[in-house]
């Protein structure tokens, strides 16, 4: 069988594979992307109309590249001004040796309200107490299954936080204990599915997830090919959740300890709330 004639074809086939494989690995996982999305709330006090919060998820500091990647994350979102940043767990991965030598570019978030934090489930395999000493360090709060209040004048906000669903013990009435009925509540939870338990808690109105990475790589019409457990449900984006829950699941600023992106680019999201008449259609956007 004369195999000159598929001689080009297969040459050129295997320059785009490589191309591919090339910008996969060395382009899309440096190439940051700034995501906005609006929340109307009902319910949402006068003195928050405009609240904006940055978020952030799953830097993975044991891997080099996401390590060197985090100076441009952390500019990138102080360029945004916003009032609060929320950063939904996955700080270590892999190599826990040099985790600390990261704390003071973390400690260059600056926002009004503060920088705050979860635990997610690669911090425990890293060790949990590491992390905590790199928040520490770093002058990021966590909120560890308890929450925190932003004033507005007489006006409040809730923002909680959950231990990892994974390996933690997550508990979401003491994150909530003393949180009234009128003050809506921002939860911070790692793992995205987790939504369905807190859509069914009238006082949280957001949800901020990580975890999923957006599955690394999403093929057409396939999707992602490999996700975690826990982030099947909701994978990437915006969702609404139960009778109004708006869930928005990061596809993070880092990668595993396989250094690869395709058709999923890192993300920080810049998330406005916006009140809402209960008469009006909803509007929030993505």
Known sequence: MNLNGYTRPLLSLGAALAGVGWYAWRIEPRWLRVTRAVVALPDLPPGFDGYRIAHVSDVHLGVRSNVEHLPVVVERVNRERADLIAITGDFATGRRDRLLASAPVLGELAAPDGAWAVLGNHDYYAGAHLVRALLDRAGINLLTNAHHAI?????????????????????????????????????????????????????????????????????????????PKLGHVYQAGRYTVGDGLALFVSRGTGTSQLVVRLNCRPEIAIITLRRESPREPRKDTL
């Open 151 to 227: 004033a507005r004048g007489t006006d409040r906000l809730v923002l909680a936080g959950l231990d990892d669903v994974l390996h933690g013990i997550p508990d979401l009435n003491a994150a909530l204990d003393g949180v009234p009925d009128s003050a809506p509540v921002v939860l911070m939870v790692h793992e995205p599915d987790y939504a369905r338990i807190a859509a069914a808690e009238p006082r949280v109105r957001v949800q901020l997830s990580g975890h999923t990475h957006g599955g690394q790589v999403r093929l057409p019409v396939l999707g992602a090919p490999i996700l």
